[in-house]
């Protein structure tokens, strides 16, 4: 083979090594190019989901810290108002006292109990309980607009635990409104005592 031929062969076998480096460099940068860009495209995912589940552990912390204070203020509001309750009830238990030692006070409070005693007790034999030191000229008034009303006139008797207010006794029924017996109740009045301060 001349040299010539030989330099021809030589070119085409180099020039076909470096044809199918090209190829090999460019099917390499290819998938270089393809690994990058999936790996950007997963990471950007991930940064995704991590920011995602970051804001989600946010919200549930926020969620957390808001349920805790508002356990916080409710609590401290059920002290708040307990502690109000504690000091308001012997102020009421006085006020009613007092309400029951002044004679027109009294006469409303009477005349209150007597018309729901009337409207839901039986008829008849009834047994009035009242305070030692209730006057007598009231109950001489009481028994007089009783008896028409009963048919027939109600006892009275000195309730040594009684210290103001009537307990009405008709067989088995009591309706009992003295002192004791109206603040007997005492989560219903601490009730309407609550509602009455909020409505202020």
Not at 13 to 18: P, S
Not at 26 to 38: D, I, K, W, Y
């Amino acid at each position: 083979m001349n040299t010539d031929a030989t330099a021809a062969l030589l070119k085409l076998v180099a020039d076909d090594e470096q044809r199918r480096c090209r190829e090999i460099l460019a099917r390499a940068e290819s998938a270089v190019q393809a690994t990058l860009r999936e790996a950007q495209r997963s990471a950007r995912g991930r940064m995704r989901e991590n920011v995602q589940t970051l804001k989600q552990e946010r919200r549930q912390a926020l969620a957390l810290a808001t349920a805790e204070l508002d356990t916080a203020r409710r609590q401290h509001q059920q002290r708040s108002d307990q502690a109000l309750l504690e000091a308001a009830w012997e102020p009421l238990r006085a006020a009613l006292a007092a309400r029951w030692r002044d004679t027109a006070a009294r006469r409303l409070w009477i005349d209150g109990l007597m018309r729901r005693a009337l409207a839901r007790l039986p008829r008849g034999a009834w047994r009035i309980e009242h305070p030692a030191d209730w006057p007598a000229t009231e109950c001489r008034r009481l028994v007089s607009a009783l008896t028409a009303s009963l048919g027939q006139e109600p006892q009275l008797q000195v309730g040594a635990d009684i210290a103001a207010g009537l307990r009405v006794h008709a067989g088995t029924a009591l309706l009992d409104g003295t002192l004791d017996g109206l603040l007997s109740d005492r989560r219903a009045i601490e009730a309407l005592l609550l509602a009455e301060m909020a409505a202020r």
